[in-house]
């Protein structure tokens, strides 16, 4: 497609739920990335891929949160037993790979509300 | 660990009246400075990215800027349209691997006419 893609772009659950988001990257970008935008806080890094792996998950907030990447193109990222401070928005980017000068191309974001 | 603090936190303008934001960074050795729109309900655009001290770039109004210790993005005569937050993010330099971006908790921008 021409952008980074997100679903759903709202979504609203209950505490101790599970949630996935899902991603689509720009096509021919072999980097993924995961961030979360906290009201008032700045972009917190979670997890990329290069490719279908995930070299470093240590920015992922518990392990309740997971998440993966297949054939290269699509992640989910998977939040089980939401807490109330889940809140926020989930924004997913892509880059042409992760570790050269290569700037990253944000999608629209789900927001999510845990109730 | 890196950091990057961004100042104002908000700016009212006045459509014509420039103005400049401020990022000021911390970070052992500087890979990478990147700046993005971002506006409501929406993921961040990118705007620039700045390398080393001294080097400047530039599109329409904005103008970006790069010092060892902070970047400042100079918006000359904005239009409404400008209206936006405005992040700023940096990458260290290390030997190997992915460095990932740091944020600043971004400028908000109003521009009235």
């Known amino acids: 497609g021409a952008g980074v893609s997100q679903s759903p772009s709202n979504k609203v659950t209950e505490k101790g739920k599970d949630v996935e988001l899902r991603c689509d990257p720009i096509?021919?970008?072999?980097?993924l990335y995961w961030y979360r935008q906290s009201l008032g806080q700045g972009l917190e890094f979670l997890i990329y891929?290069?490719?279908?792996?995930?070299?470093?998950k240590s920015g992922l907030p518990s392990d309740r949160f997971s998440a993966e990447r297949t054939g290269g193109s699509v992640s989910t990222l998977t939040i089980q037993r939401t807490q109330q401070e889940d809140s926020a928005v989930y924004l997913c980017?892509?880059?042409?790979?992760?570790?050269?000068?290569?700037?990253?191309?944000f999608g629209p974001g789900t927001r999510l509300t845990v109730l | 660990e890196d950091q990057v603090t961004q100042s104002p936190e908000a700016l009212r303008l006045q459509e014509g009246e420039s103005s400049s934001l401020n990022c000021s960074y911390t970070v052992s050795g500087l890979r990478g400075l990147f700046w993005y729109r971002q506006d409501p309900g929406k993921g961040p655009e990118f705007l620039f990215t700045l390398y080393s001290a001294g080097e400047e770039k530039e599109k329409e109004r904005l103008k970006a800027t790069l010092t060892k210790k902070e970047s400042f993005l100079h918006i000359t005569a904005p239009k409404p349209e400008d209206s936006a937050t405005y992040l700023c993010a940096v990458q260290a330099r290390r030997n190997t691997g992915f460095q990932k971006l740091v944020f600043g908790t971004g400028t908000r921008l109003l521009v009235s006419p």
């Open positions: 980017a892509s880059s042409l790979e992760a570790t050269s000068y290569n700037e990253q191309f």
């Open positions: 891929f290069q490719g279908n792996s995930a070299p470093d």
């Open positions: 096509s021919g970008h072999t980097a």
